[in-house]
């Protein structure tokens, strides 16, 4: 696409309102393009339609009419989370016309240079991470992307001396043509979101966009540990310099832990210390900090942490700055969030964990002695991938939501002999409040009590953001 400024008297559609929806119709309207915003919503379940129409920008709600893309469009700027097989979208495609996201968009508009952040899981605990960081450098970083803010509000209020620090999905990458960060992240690929992409093959594609238009000047962060990442670093597509990381194997030139974590997950961790050290060009080696100091646990985090240090080893930080905001930074709310101790025991919100892979993770990130909270939606899984992290790590085990039965059989099955099932109520808040009661009266000093779901959140709440926070209001109440 051309540089915003260069669609004055244009036609532009936006597909899809939404915050980034609505900053980017506000953009294009301030530039003077002729802006139209379609949504497939009914029009009372678009709220930030009226505020365009105060504007005088063009608003269709309601699905998708004829006459919407024709020749006379130049360019088309699509919500991200909006399927290629959309009926506009394909139209676009056909007419020849630039059809992107955001992204482009504001890296265009941008005097800011980017730290573009994407991977299948972590990127929101890196991204925050790393801002932390930068601010503790005085950097004076933006979230955006992803995150919250929209990239083209970023973008308009950035200066030349900031880094916008952007979570980027592979939706919104696949919608790139020039994109190019100074400083990208992969942290990892599993298979995931195929249902939009249609295949790995093209998942793994929008998120080496994030990599396509770098140049030797620019610098790439990547997971050695991960075998997609190590793909690409090996392939020669990467023109960026190559800043590796690894928390399995020691590195010659990167940020890893020494003595490295084993490389089997499901491996027990000895107590041996290990540090988090940068490796530079010259061999010479740097400690930066344990990794038992760190401000989260797990090995998970701990990657995520090598990945921030990366990032800011890339941007210029001192590396004598990091250590003490590593050791601050107590995560991202309903990600392993520490929410507070009564009694010695200690709770945590793992809300986001909407899946069994994710409360694995968090089981892994402690060593034992855990009550654990988990059910809700009936997605129709057995749960027995859990069965060997509840023999080894639980010590008790609450379940609710319409998979509490599931769960429960599992712990049985895991020989776990404390299982609690909390009946389903009118009122979900007051179940959950009973669950923690139910925990809390297991827990003695030193254990751990974990929100950690393994189902989405739909059954008894709008999203894992209100299970979460109704479960740290309980456990404050104790």
């Known amino acids: 696409m051309k540089h915003p400024s260069q669609y004055k008297n244009q036609h532009v559609v936006v597909l899809g309102l939404a915050k ?7 953009l294009f ?11 497939q919503k009914e029009r009372h379940l678009c709220p930030e339609a009226d505020e365009l129409d105060a504007l005088g920008v063009s608003v269709i709600c309601g699905g998708h009419p004829d006459g919407l893309i024709t020749e006379e469009t130049s360019l088309v700027v699509k919500n991200p989370g909006i399927p290629y097989t959309s009926p506009p979208v394909r139209q676009a495609v056909e007419l020849g016309l630039d059809v992107v996201t955001e992204v482009e968009v504001a890296y265009l508009l941008s005097p800011a240079p980017i730290i573009g952040i994407t991977g299948s899981n972590g990127k929101t605990t890196t991204t925050t991470w790393i801002g932390d960081l930068l601010e503790a450098a005085h950097c004076n970083p933006i979230l955006a992307g992803n995150i919250g803010t929209p990239l083209c509000e970023a ?32 942290l990892n690929v599993v298979e995931t979101h195929l249902d939009y992409h249609g295949g ?18 620019d610098t790439a962060v990547l997971n050695a540990d991960d075998s997609v990442c190590l793909a690409m670093m090996e392939s020669g597509m990467i023109k960026a310099s190559i800043l590796p990381f ?15 974590f084993p490389e089997d997950l499901s491996a027990p961790t000895d107590e041996e210390e ?64 520490y929410v507070c101790e009564h009694d010695g025991v200690t709770y945590y919100n793992n809300s986001k964990a909407t899946n069994p892979t994710a409360t694995i993770i968090a089981l892994r990130s402690f060593a034992g002695n855990i009550i654990l909270i988990a059910g809700g939606l009936d997605r129709g899984s057995d749960y027995m991938e859990l069965l060997p992290h509840f023999r080894d790590q639980l010590k008790a085990v609450v ?10 059989r599992v712990a049985e099955l895991a020989g776990l002999t404390d299982i609690r099932i909390v009946e389903p109520e009118e009122d979900a808040e007051h179940a959950l409040q009973l669950a923690v009661r139910e925990a809390a009266s297991i827990a003695k000093p030193g254990d751990i009590v974990l929100l950690s779901p393994a189902c989405a959140s739909w059954d ?6 209100q299970r979460g926070r109704i479960f740290k209001q309980s456990a404050h109440k104790l």
């Not at 020691?250 to 890893?256: E, S, T, V, W």
């Not at 008894?460 to 953001?465: A, L, Q, R, T, V």
């Open 399 to 408: 379940a609710l939501g319409e998979t509490r039965n599931k769960i429960a």
């Open 246 to 260: 690894s928390t399995t194997k020691p590195l010659a030139y990167g940020i890893c832990i020494e003595p490295p």
């Open 460 to 465: 008894m709440f709008k999203s894992y953001e």
């Open 200 to 217: 790995m093959d093209d998942y793994i594609a929008s998120k080496a966009n994030l990599f396509a238009n770098q140049t030797d000047e």
């Open 29 to 39: 309207h301030k530039l003077g393009a002729i802006v139209t915003v379609n949504d």
């Open 155 to 186: 973008a308009q209020t950035a200066s030349a001396d900031q880094w916008i620090v952007a979570e980027l999905s592979s939706f919104q990458l696949k919608g790139t043509q020039q994109f190019r960060p100074r400083v990208s992240l992969l």
């Open 274 to 337: 290990r540090y988090i050290v940068w490796r530079d060009r010259e061999g010479i080696t740097h400690s930066i900090l344990p990794v038992s100091e760190l401000g989260i646990p797990g090995r998970h985090n701990a990657a995520n942490a090598l990945a921030a240090i990366g990032a800011c080893l890339a941007v210029g930080v001192d590396l004598e700055s990091l250590a003490a905001p590593l050791r601050e930074f107590k995560g991202v709310e309903h990600r392993l969030e």
């Open 20 to 26: 980034s929806g609505v900053s980017v119709a506000k």
